[in-house]
Each structure stands twice: as structure tokens, then as C-alpha cells.
């Protein structure tokens, strides 16, 4: 019936058109609800969107030597990383990778897992990949969808010297330096930072400030391409850094020490420059750069000879007989007669019912000071002792700079131990020590504790009659620009007074110890120039005497100073003297 | 000669209003539709192919124009049949379980689900107009409401919920329209409001109160109050049981509605990302082709059901505005041709295109703002889609044609 009547009433039209009304105003006041009140905040999280700042890493600072040889520089490491999303929609990639890395599927698995900061963010799967397997996998990439490699800078050893546990080593920032180090540095996530040694303590010189270029990323997090209009923040490159250290005599020192345990310091006592600087057994920074396996690292940690550990400053040792100098200063200073005090030495010094032997059994006869120092004797130094106070000697031991921070320029030092009367009293209780530990003070054992370094800045300020430069590692602080950023003083900071006569007497005791006839340390020797020292052997509790020379050169071309340390190296004179004795000739031997 | 005349006739009666408003919206969905294959790198051809889709159906707008009115109401039935047959289609081929929406001519496919709504409308109307009834008892919804749920079935299966929800809806106002009484409206609303209430012990209690007070004040039978209520609280009480029946993905379109943060990948994904198009787009919007939400492929669907996305974002509220008025332009035109029409068969012809039309045009654009659940309906000549927009097309020429001058003199 196609004329049948509309019979629809007119209330029935009009609640139809009320309801329209009614949806498109309820429609209307979402949309300007959404698009005008609250635009301001859907345009940021739409910017948010699709602007990544994408860090660009600043390159770390190179460490040259003081000739400007390069010890360390930045060569480029390949991460592999993968996008989780994107993998899995695409596991046949896995399969590629797994092929070309030659590892197994589960295992990248594992990495993923491991390693996964999101779906769209990559997760790290290898790193330090060498570079014909990157080609490799430039080669496959239309097989390798949501496989990822990226360059980041990497310490490079280029120098063949070691000098391990001066560099120190870096290693990516973690959780609470990030928040220690953040207040005042542009530290970010995933940025290496300087671990130990001079990479630690001058790591806010070396590291620089990371840039930022903007990309627009889609929903997927891929790359689309640069924001054209948001100017990239050019990384600002670490400073370098000049080192003190001369390469050759480094070199020629490692060779020395080989496969000893021990240490050595040799630096410049017109400066404070150290030269050299080894500590043995040592590791290999290539390995800890980066990343190490867990396996390697417990190794190192548990190696029993403990390759770790920095002994030149962190390694504390009774100094044994080259601390005898200090008391044979005082007497030369304080007691009236010094010069010409004799005792017999009959091998032993007997205090109330307890001996105190002197290492020549047989005993040195009778001695007077400047015999008592080139034949290191002990028992002259016990009986010099009872006229000195401990508080005296300890004070002056502090003045040459022991048992406190050198402040040499790598963390960690330790700042040994200097015995006074209130450490005395502490340890022992009032009253209840004795002369009897006066008379290992004396002669650098009990109590006392010192480390290379320390032992090297004493050789040095005997060497300039008191005066103390601060030993140091780095030089110059240079900008990438060539801008000097800071200059280490080389102006001597403190003198131990003395009058020049007894200077002279040490330095001619102390000549004799390697010239005289009766001299300990004989093998230190050179021909044409002269070399001034102490031996040492220090009793160890724990096993053999450690083996100790310290000395210096008043020659023009070669203002140095050292110590040298052979752990469980039997006698002074005997080890570590010809040690000194072969770096010195080869220094010489290169310069003719 | 007669032909000549009626030809002649129709086009002085033709109604410009419906042919305008759908050139204007299917120009908007093209403009959106040109601005996403504009920026990226392979070319999708969906410009293309939705360019030729609106061409045809302009032709196929004049040429339902041009029907007459006589010949639609004879092949009502027939049209609505064939329109079952090409439902049923889908099914029988179904391969391993899954039932496809498409049936593939080619190397195109169509969906007989969107011509169905044309079909179900025009036999509904010839229905209506065929028995001129008041529609006073409830028996008389009987037919109507078989015609009805049998294409809703059979999309269900597909499974399409959005479709067969328009379905129903058209079936609502339809009755509405055909002058059910207002009890009846209500008590036949009832079931679905207490699925809904269910959900929640308070609304449904509240709800329950509710349908108590109204019955007790109706004067119907005793026992059929009775009845009536005790469907509501079964309905109410296997709602648990249909919803575990639904698709899991279904449940978390609807679940997604409540929490758009539940499933940030997925509906809740797409409806967050499509807040964030809208709001950034602001007053005005980036500018053509400048939408970052829309170009870095933040929003999937972005050229179907969610395309105003990109209108927001580029054209800002002003183009959403332009874009809402122009729908609403056009379903109040519909509704009051349908209530000015002269016979009943074009009246409800027109009403229940405009109920397609509100369905779809409300539905999609509350959807993409959160404010209804994801339930993947395309918003009429705007979204991409050949079979919807030749629907659509299709509906405002038949729209046109019922609402020639002539008749409408009420």
C-alpha cells in the first residue's frame, strides 16, 4: 500500500530532533572540551610523541705522556643492539644473528631479556663487536629487521707502557654516582666514567658534555629523520690531559720490575713530576675497558697476588732502614756532638732482659754517624734514639710527609702511619710501651708504615735539602682548542728546615751507601754520575723481608728520586738497589 | 514519452540538500584520506581507489534517485532477501572458523552487511507502510522484529557487534516512528538497559526499583507485569554468562572504554592516541598534512574508523566543527522530510536512514574521543571504505527520492 498515510504524531518528531540535538551538543562539548580546554597538554604529549633527543657522546680526553706521546686515546666500539618489537614479529632475524655471532638463539634471548628497557627501545645484545662482523651484518641487514648496531667511543691503550693502575680505567656510570655526581655535572645514564686513577680523579676534566641531536621518531620509535627546525647540541669534548710520566723510563722500569711484586716511584724532586710509576703484578686495562665477563673480573679480584691493588700508593709497608735518616737529621740538628758520637756495634743492643740485633751479626765495631748510615747500622741508631723523644722524631717523620696524604693526584692513597706518643698510648695503653718499640720506630719497623710514593717524596726532599714539591701525574690540562686549562705547580709548597752543613752530611753518608767501601747498596752505582740512596729490609710478619731502596741524583740531566720496593725481596741492597742500578744505566745508555 | 516526462519530473523536483551535503562530506573524507597518502613514501592508493568509490557512487546516488518510488516498494522483499543471501554467503564458505565480513569479486571485495542496512530499512518501510497500523499490542512488533533479527544474527557470526548493533538500532527508531506505544518503547528497552545495569549491583538494583514502579502504575495484566519483570532480572543475571561469550577483544573494546590506560597497545592504545591527535590539534589545527600523530603512524585505522583523527589534528576544532554540522545538517534534514513525508512508506525510508546516519555518526565520533567503547564503525562518507561509502550514497539518494517535493505536503 504505497499511499498509505504518514500517521507519525508531532511529539514523536519532536523528541527525535531533541534527541539529535542532545547527542551532537554531548559531542560538541567532548570535542571542545578535548581540543580547547586541555589543547596545551595534548600538544606537549604529542610533541613528546614524536621528538626524541637522541645523545651524542662527548670523546673522552687523551692522555699523552710528557713528550706528547699518546697513552690513551678513544677508538669507536659496535654495540649490537636488537628492538624487541620488532624481533618478535621477525624472530628469522634471531636466527641471522645467531648465525653471523655465532651465538645461540637462547642466549640472545637471554641478553634481550636481560638487557630490555622497553619494547621500542633497543636492548643491548653484544658489545665490543669487532668490525668485519658489523660488515657482515651491514651485508645481511634486509634479513636482520629490528637488529641495531650503534658506535660508542671506547678507551684505546695505544702506548705499549703499562702504567695500569695510575690510568685507572672507566666503566659505565652506575645508580649513585649518577645522583652523587649529577648536581653539578651533565652526567647521564650510560656514560663511562673514570673508575680508578688518574681516569677517576680528572674525570670531570676528561669527560666532557654530551650533545643532542633530534630526530622524529614514529609510533614504531623508528628513526624518521632530523627536526629541521631544533639546532643539535654539538658535544663538548673532554680536555686532555698531560702527563708527567716519561714513556721511556716508564717503559725501562716495567721491564725491571717484570714479574716482581713491588713497586716503584721514580720522580723528578726538582718538580714533583713523577717519571714512574709501576706496581706489581699488574692488569691489563684493555680488558676492564668496557665491559668485562664476571669471570675475568673474579679472577682479578680473587688472584692471591692481588693485581688490583695500586701498591705505590695504596700498598703500606714497614720502611725498615731508610727511614734511619730521619733520626740521624735530628741528631745532626738537636744533640751537640752528633757528627762525631760513636757506639760499638757488637751485632746486638741488649735493652733490659730483650737483644735487638743489627743485621751484620758480627757487628760493625765502632761506628760514628756517617758509618752508621752508609753500613745502615742498628744498633747505633738504638742507642741514638734514647736521645731522642718520640714526639720529636714523629714530628719530623710527619714533616717529610709521613702519615699523611701526599695529595698526589689519583684517589685511593693511603696515608700510612707515623707512631707518635698519643698512637702509643692509645695502642698500648699509658706507660705500657717501652723503649724497646722506640727502637723499631727508629729503624722503620713496628709501627711504622709508609707507602712508595711516600719514601720517593722523602728521597726527593733529601735530595732538595727539605724542600717538597707535590708529586703529581699530570702536568698540563689542555682544551681540545689548545687552551692551557690548568698548569700543576711546580713551586716547592714546604721546606723541613735544616742547617746546609747537615744537609751535606746526609747527602755524603747517603752517597756512600752507594759509593763507599762498606756502602749497602753498591749495585745502584753509575759511572759517570752519582747516585745517592738508602737501602732497607723491612721484617715482614707474613713472610720474607721486603727489599727497599730509596736515592736520588743531584746530576743536572737527571734530577730524580725514587723508591723502589720488591715485596718479599730479601734484603735492600741485595734486590733493589741493582734494580735501580739497571733503570738508571738504561736511562743513561739512551741519552749518550 | 512517459518515461521522458517522469525523468524530466524528478529532476525538477530534485533536492539539492542531500546530493550537497554528500558531495561536501565525502570531500572532507578525501581531503583527510589525500593528507595521509600524501606524506608517506609508497603510495597505498587508498586516495585513488576512494575517489573511484565516490564517483560510483554518485552514480549510484542519481540512479536510485531516478527508481521509482513503486518499483522500490515491489522489490522491497526481494531486495531484502537476496540481501539474507548474500549475508549467508560469508558463512557457508567460512574456512577454519573464521567467518570474513567480505565476499571477494575480484581482486575487490564486498560487504553485504552494508547494503543489508538499506535492504532491512526498505522492508521495514514496506512493512509499515503495507499494514497501517498503530502498532498497539505487541504482537504486531513480531514481524518487524524477525526481519530484524535475522541479519543481526547472521553479522553477529561474522562476528561484526557494530553492524548488528545499527540493525537494531534502525529496528528502535523505526518502531519508535511507526507510532509503538510509549510503554511498549519502554518495556521493549528494558532488557537492554538491565544487560547494561547489570554490570554493576547498585545501577542494577536502582534499575530494578525502577521498572517496578513504572509497571506497577502501567495497566497491563497482572501476570504480564510479572512476566516482564522477571525477564529483566534474568537478563540482568546472564549478562555474566553472554559477556564470557563475547570475544576477548570485544570485551577489552569495552573494557578499554572504562580504563584507556588498561591496554596502552591496544584499543586503549588507539583511543589515547587519538585524544592526544584531537587536543594537539587545537582551535585550528597544524595545517594540512602537518598532523605528526597522523603521519608517524601513531594512530592504526587511522584512514577507516578513526579518519577525524586527522581532521582534528590538521584542521583543528573549527574542521571537526564544519564536519559535525554538516552531519547534523544532514539527519535533521532526514527527519524532517520523514516527518513532513505525505506516505508512510517514505517517512520511514527517511527515518531509518537517519538512524544509520545517527547511529554511525554518533557512535565514531564518540568512540574516538573515549566516550563510547571501540566498536569499529565507520563514520559515513569520511572513513575509508568502498562498500559503506556506496551505502551511504546510496541511502541519501533514496533519501532524496522519498523526500521529492510532491510528496511532502503534510
Redesign the interface.
Known amino acids: 500500500m504505497l499511499q498509505g498515510k504518514n500517521i507519525v504524531e508531532g511529539w514523536r518528531s519532536y523528541l527525535v530532533q531533541g534527541l539529535l540535538l542532545l547527542l551532537f551538543l554531548i559531542l560538541i562539548g567532548r570535542y571542545y572540551y578535548l581540543m580547547i580546554v586541555f589543547h596545551e597538554k595534548y600538544a606537549e604529549k604529542a610533541t613528546a610523541n614524536h621528538i626524541r633527543a637522541i645523545p651524542v657522546l662527548a670523546s673522552r680526553g687523551v692522555i699523552y705522556d710528557r713528550d706528547g706521546n699518546i697513552i690513551v686515546d678513544n677508538a669507536p666500539s659496535y654495540t649490537i643492539s636488537v628492538i624487541p618489537v620488532e624481533i618478535k614479529n621477525k624472530p628469522e632475524s634471531l636466527d641471522r644473528l645467531s648465525e653471523i655471532m655465532q651465538v645461540s638463539v637462547k642466549e640472545i634471548n637471554r641478553r634481550i631479556v636481560k638487557n630490555r628497557r622497553g619494547s621500542f627501545a633497543p636492548a643491548k645484545v653484544f658489545s665490543r663487536v669487532p668490525f668485519p662482523k658489523i660488515s657482515l651484518l651491514q651485508e645481511h641487514r634486509l634479513e636482520l629487521a629490528g637488529v641495531t648496531y650503534s658506535i660508542e667511543p671506547i678507551r684505546n691503550y695505544v702506548s705499549d707502557i703499562d702504567l695500569s693502575h695510575a690510568l685507572g680505567y672507566t666503566r659505565e656510570i652506575n645508580r649513585d654516582d649518577l645522583e652523587r655526581f649529577s648536581k653539578d655535572l651533565d652526567y647521564q645514564p650510560g656514560d663511562q666514567v673514570g673508575w680508578k686513577g688518574i681516569e677517576k680523579y680528572y674525570d670531570s676534566e676528561l669527560h666532557g658534555q654530551r650533545g643532542f641531536r633530534y630526530i622524529e621518531v614514529n609510533a614504531l620509535g623508528q628513526e624518521i629523520g632530523e627536526i629541521v627546525d631544533r639546532r643539535p647540541i654539538n658535544p663538548v669534548p673532554g680536555h686532555d690531559l698531560i702527563l708527567s710520566i716519561d714513556s721511556f723510563i716508564q717503559s725501562i722500569t716495567e721491564k725491571a720490575l717484570a714479574d716482581s711484586s713491588g713497586s716503584v716511584v721514580i720522580l723528578n724532586h726538582e718538580t714533583g713530576e713523577i717519571l714512574a710509576y709501576a706496581s706489581r703484578p699488574s692488569y691489563d686495562l684493555e680488558m676492564l675497558s668496557g665491559r668485562i665477563s664476571s669471570k675475568d673480573w673474579n679472577a682479578l679480584r680473587k688472584n692471591p697476588r692481588n693485581p688490583l691493588f695500586d701498591r705505590g700508593v695504596q700498598g703500606l709497608y714497614p720502611a725498615g732502614s731508610t727511614l734511619k735518616p730521619l733520626a740521624a737529621l735530628y741528631s745532626l740538628e738537636n744533640l751537640s756532638n752528633a757528627r762525631d758520637r760513636t757506639y760499638t756495634c757488637r751485632g746486638s743492643y741488649r735493652l733490659g732482659n730483650r737483644s735487638f740485633g743489627c743485621w751484620k751479626k758480627a757487628g760493625h765495631g765502632k761506628v760514628d754517624l756517617h758509618e752508621a748510615i752508609q753500613q745502615s747500622c742498628n744498633v747505633y741508631f738504638f742507642n741514638l734514639i734514647q736521645d731522642i723523644g718520640l714526639e720529636d722524631w714523629a714530628h719530623l717523620a710527619r714533616e717529610f710527609g709521613f702519615g699523611q696524604l701526599t695529595g698526589i693526584d689519583i684517589p685511593g692513597e693511603n696515608k700510612g702511619l707515623v707512631p707518635d706518643t698519643k698512637y702509643m698510648n692509645r695502642k698500648y695503653g699509658e706507660k705500657k710501651w717501652t723503649k724497646g718499640n722506640l727502637l723499631n720506630i727508629v729503624v722503620g719497623q713496628g709501627d711504622v708504615l709508609v707507602t712508595p710514593l711516600q719514601l720517593a717524596q722523602f728521597a726527593g726532599m733529601l735530595a732538595q735539602r727539605g724542600f717538597q714539591y707535590q708529586p703529581h701525574f699530570v702536568n698540563k690540562i689542555v682544551s681540545k682548542s689548545g687552551e692551557i686549562i690548568r698548569v700543576n705547580s711546580k713551586q716547592a709548597e714546604k721546606r723541613v728546615i735544616a742547617s746546609d752543613e747537615s744537609w751535606a752530611f746526609m747527602h755524603k753518608a747517603m752517597w756512600a751507601v752507594v759509593n763507599g767501601p762498606h756502602g749497602t747498596a753498591k749495585a745502584a752505582r753509575q759511572k759517570d754520575w752519582e747516585i745517592y740512596g738508602k737501602t732497607g729490609t723491612a721484617q715482614n710478619p707474613h713472610g720474607e723481608d721486603h727489599a727497599w731502596f730509596i736515592g736520588f741524583s743531584l746530576d743536572e740531566r737527571y734530577p730524580f728520586a725514587w723508591a723502589v720496593l720488591l715485596e718479599n725481596g730479601g734484603g735492600g741492597g741485595g734486590k733493589a738497589a741493582p734494580l735501580i742500578g739497571r733503570i738508571l744505566r738504561s736511562i743513561a745508555r739512551k741519552d749518550l | 514519452m512517459i518515461i521522458r516526462k517522469y525523468l524530466f519530473d524528478r529532476l525538477r523536483e530534485f533536492d539539492w540538500g542531500y546530493l550537497g551535503l554528500a558531495i561536501l562530506l565525502s570531500s572532507s573524507g578525501l581531503l583527510a584520506i589525500y593528507s595521509i597518502e600524501v606524506q608517506q613514501d609508497s603510495s597505498s592508493g587508498y586516495f585513488l581507489r576512494q575517489s573511484i568509490w565516490s564517483v560510483l557512487g554518485l552514480v549510484l546516488f542519481f540512479g536510485v534517485y531516478f527508481l521509482p518510488?513503486?518499483v522500490i516498494?515491489n522489490l522491497a522483499y526481494y531486495a531484502y532477501g537476496v540481501g539474507v543471501v548474500l549475508l549467508l554467503i560469508p558463512i557457508a564458505l567460512k574456512q577454519g572458523g573464521t567467518v570474513s565480513r567480505w565476499i571477494s569479486i575480484g581482486s575487490f571485495g564486498i560487504q553485504p552487511s552494508e547494503f543489508m542496512k538499506i535492504f532491512l530499512l526498505v522492508a521495514l518501510a514496506k512493512y509499515?507502510?503495507?499494514h497501517?497500523r498503530?502498532l498497539s499490542t505487541i504482537k504486531e512488533l513480531m514481524a518487524p522484529f524477525a526481519m530484524t533479527i535475522g541479519p543481526t544474527i547472521l553479522v553477529l557470526l561474522q562476528p561484526d557487534l557494530g553492524t548488528a548493533l545499527v540493525f537494531l538500532g534502525i529496528f528502535i527508531?523505526v518502531i519508535?516512528?511507526a507510532?509503538i506505544r510509549p510503554l511498549y518503547f519502554f518495556l521493549l528497552l528494558t532488557p537492554i538497559v538491565s544487560m547494561i545495569a547489570a554490570f554493576q549491583t547498585v545501577s542494577f538494583f536502582v534499575w530494578m526499583v525502577l521498572i517496578i514502579v513504572i509497571l506497577y502504575f502501567s495497566n497491563m495484566p497482572f501476570w504480564t507485569k510479572v512476566f516482564n519483570f522477571i525477564i529483566n532480572v534474568a537478563l540482568g543475571g546472564i549478562t555474566n554468562l553472554l559477556w564470557a561469550l563475547l570475544k576477548p577483544y570485544q570485551q577489552q573494546r569495552i573494557l578499554s572504554l572504562i580504563d584507556s590506560d588498561s591496554d596502552p597497545l591496544g584499543a586503549g592504545y588507539q583511543v589515547s592516541?587519538s585524544?592526544?591527535?584531537?587536543?594537539?590539534?587545537?582551535?585550528f589545527g597544524k595545517g594540512f598534512g602537518e598532523g605528526?600523530?597522523t603521519h608517524?603512524?601513531?594512530?592504526p585505522e587511522q584512514h577507516t574508523d578513526f579518519i577525524m583523527t586527522v581532521i582534528?589534528e590538521e584542521f583543528?576544532?573549527l574542521g571537526?566543527?564544519i564536519v559535525?554540522t554538516l552531519?547534523?545538517f544532514l539527519?535533521?534534514r532526514l527527519?524532517?522530510h520523514?516527518?513532513g513525508?505525505?506516505?508512510?512508506?517514505?517517512?520511514v525510508i527517511l527515518?531509518g536512514v537517519?538512524a544509520v546516519m545517527?547511529f554511525h555518526v554518533?557512535v565514531n565520533?564518540?568512540m574516538i574521543?573515549g566516550?563510547m567503547p571501540v566498536t569499529g564503525l565507520p563514520l559515513p562518507y569520511i572513513s575509508y571504505g568502498g562498500s559503506f561509502m556506496v551505502t551511504a550514497m546510496m541511502m541519501v539518494g533514496l533519501s532524496a527520492n522519498m523526500a521529492s517535493v510532491r510528496r511532502m505536503t503534510?
Open positions: 518510488r513503486k516498494h509499515f507502510a503495507d497501517k498503530k527508531v519508535f516512528w507510532g592516541q585524544l592526544t591527535a584531537f587536543g594537539s590539534g587545537g582551535p605528526t600523530q608517524l603512524k601513531f594512530l582534528g583543528g576544532f571537526v566543527m559535525i552531519f547534523y539527519i535533521a527527519i524532517n520523514s516527518y513525508s505525505k506516505y508512510r512508506f517514505d517517512s527515518i537517519a545517527v554518533f565520533l564518540a574521543v566516550i503534510r
